[in-house]
T-cell receptor
Framework: AQKVTQAQTEISVVEKEDVTLDCVYE???????LFWYKQPPSGELVFLIR??????QNEISGRYSWNFQKSTSSFNFTITASQVVDSAVYFC?????????????FGAGTTVTVRA | SAVISQKPSRDICQRGTSLTIQCQVD?????MFWYRQQPGQSLTLIAT?????????ESGFVIDKFPISRPNLTFSTLTVSNMSPEDSSIYLC???????????FGPGTRLTVL
């Protein structure tokens, strides 16, 4: 069963628009970690944020913000005032502590294209 | 976070040959991971490599096809054996770089098999 679902395949916006990426996860574990990674066209995977299951406080970091809601098993990511450099594939990922193996289950990714 | 390098960054290989990918970290890490990303797809974990023990492979991946070495706490290799065009992918290594259970990734190796 898919543990991480990113329903949006592609999003295209004009520069300065806000972009929200959806992520829904599934786990039976009570302790788990959620991540967002960015993969620009160059191919490297860049870590953006980590949240553990006990920390539902939403966070803002510059133009990035995250909304974690356990009640709906969602961990959404918003880019405010998007820029062309934000064009990339964004992956949501889940790590379950139950097995203590730190494996990451990735969503399918959402391709964000920001047009000038 | 740890600085991770991979060699080669890209390669074009003929079917039936093998390629060994190297992953080097600038600090000692307990766990290293190898992922495959097929064109236009997400990342799939191939195996977990711990120093001093055999690698643990995920379902669908076998040691004969993807042998892994982990000779010390800063280095690992992944070999893609008897390659076919279906092996054309980006191969990424990652490490648990700190105590926060966060994985940091290398720049990846783009492999094309003709």
């Amino acid at each position: 069963a898919q543990k991480v679902t990113q329903a949006q395949t592609e999003i295209s916006v004009v520069e300065k628009e806000d972009v929200t990426l959806d992520c829904v996860y599934e786990t039976r574990d009570t302790t788990y970690y959620l991540f967002w990674y960015k993969q620009p066209p160059s191919g490297e995977l860049v870590f953006l944020i980590r949240r553990n299951s006990f920390d539902e406080q939403n966070e803002i970091s510059g133009r990035y913000s995250w909304n974690f809601q356990k009640s709906t098993s969602s961990f959404n990511f918003t880019i405010t005032a998007s820029q062309v450099v934000d064009s990339a594939v964004y992956f949501c990922a889940l790590s379950e502590a139950m097995w203590n193996d730190y494996k990451l289950s990735f969503g399918a990714g959402t391709t964000v294209t920001v047009r000038a | 976070s740890a600085v991770i390098s991979q060699k080669p960054s890209r390669d074009i290989c003929q079917r039936g040959t093998s390629l060994t990918i190297q992953c080097q970290v600038d600090s000692q890490v307990t766990m290293m991971f190898w992922y495959r990303q097929q064109p236009g797809q997400s990342l799939t974990l191939i195996a977990t490599a711990n120093q001093g023990s055999e690698a643990t492979y995920e379902s669908g991946f076998v040691i004969d096809k993807f042998p892994i070495s982990r000779p010390n706490l800063t280095f690992s290799t992944l070999t893609v054996s008897n390659m076919s065009p279906e092996d054309s992918s980006i191969y990424l290594c990652s490490v648990d770089g700190d105590s926060t259970d966060t994985q940091y990734f290398g720049p990846g190796t783009r492999l094309t098999v003709l």
